[in-house]
C-alpha cells in the first residue's frame, strides 16, 4: 500500500514542528509501521535529533533539489531506531531552495521524487520548515495531510490564515489530484 504522507508544517517558528515529526516517525517505526521522515529544513534539527552526523560529502535533500538531481533512494540513510530512516538536510538546503522559485512546477518535483519511495514506507513524514517558501509549498504539496502545530494564542491563530491560504492555492493548482487534509490539534479545519 501506498504511504500515507504526512506534512508537519507551519510558518510560524518554534512551535514544534520537529519535535512532531522525530516523535510521530518513531512512534510509527516503533509499532512496526515502516517510516521515512523527510528533513525539510535547512536548520537540520530532525537530522541533528536523530543523531546523524553530516559531513560536506554525505549525500543530503540538497542533492535532490539540485541539478541534476540524486534520486531519494540514494539520500535515505537509516537511524539507530528501526524501520525509521531519514533523509537529512544541513545549512546547505538554503541555497537549493532560493534556485527553486526559478524552476518550473517547483511544488511538484518533491510530490514526484517520493512517488517511488511510496511502496516501501507505510508513513512518509514532512518536517518542513519555519516559512511560506517553496520549500515549504514542496511539502505540502506531497503531502495526504498536513499537521499544523499552533499555540492556542490569537496572534498564533491569526497567522493561520496565510497558512490555509497557501494549502488552498496549491490545491487548487493541483490537477487531479485528490487534495490535502489538513489538521489543527484534533480538529478537522
Ligand atoms: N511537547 C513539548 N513539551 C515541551 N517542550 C517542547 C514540546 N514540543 C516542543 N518543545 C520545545 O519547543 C522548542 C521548539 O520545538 P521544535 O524545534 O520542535 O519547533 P519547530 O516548530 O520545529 O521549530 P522551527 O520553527 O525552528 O523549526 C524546542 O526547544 C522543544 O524542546
Ligand atoms: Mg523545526
Redesign the pocket.
Known amino acids: 500500500m501506498a504511504a500515507q504522507t504526512i506534512a508537519i508544517a507551519?510558518h510560524?517558528?518554534?512551535?514544534?514542528?520537529?519535535?512532531?515529526a522525530m516523535a510521530v516517525g518513531a512512534a510509527f517505526a516503533r509499532a512496526g509501521q515502516r517510516c521515512l521522515l523527510v528533513d525539510m529544513?535547512p536548520?537540520g534539527?530532525s537530522t541533528l535529533g536523530l543523531g546523524m552526523e553530516i559531513d560536506d560529502t554525505a549525500p543530503t535533500l540538497r542533492d535532490f533539489f539540485h541539478e541534476p538531481p540524486l534520486p531519494l533512494s540514494r539520500v535515505i540513510r537509516e537511524t539507530h531506531i528501526a524501520g525509521l530512516h531519514i533523509v537529512p538536510s544541513n545549512i546547505r538546503l538554503a541555497r537549493v531552495a532560493q534556485a527553486l522559485y526559478m524552476r518550473p512546477k517547483r511544488e511538484e518535483i518533491l510530490k514526484r521524487g517520493l512517488q517511488p519511495l511510496r511502496d516501501q514506507y507505510a508513513f512518509i513524514v514532512l518536517?518542513c520548515?519555519?516559512s511560506l517558501s517553496a520549500l515549504a509549498e514542496a511539502g505540502i504539496a506531497a503531502a495526504n495531510l498536513i499537521v499544523i502545530?499552533c499555540q492556542m494564542e490569537a496572534r498564533a491563530a491569526d497567522g493561520l490564515v496565510d497558512l490555509l491560504e497557501v494549502i488552498s492555492l496549491i490545491n487548487d493548482h493541483e490537477s487531479g489530484g485528490d487534495g490535502v487534509a489538513c489538521t489543527l490539534g484534533k480538529q478537522d479545519l
Open positions: 507551519t510560524k517558528g518554534g512551535t514544534g514542528k520537529t519535535v512532531t529544513d536548520q534539527h518536517d520548515p519555519p502545530p
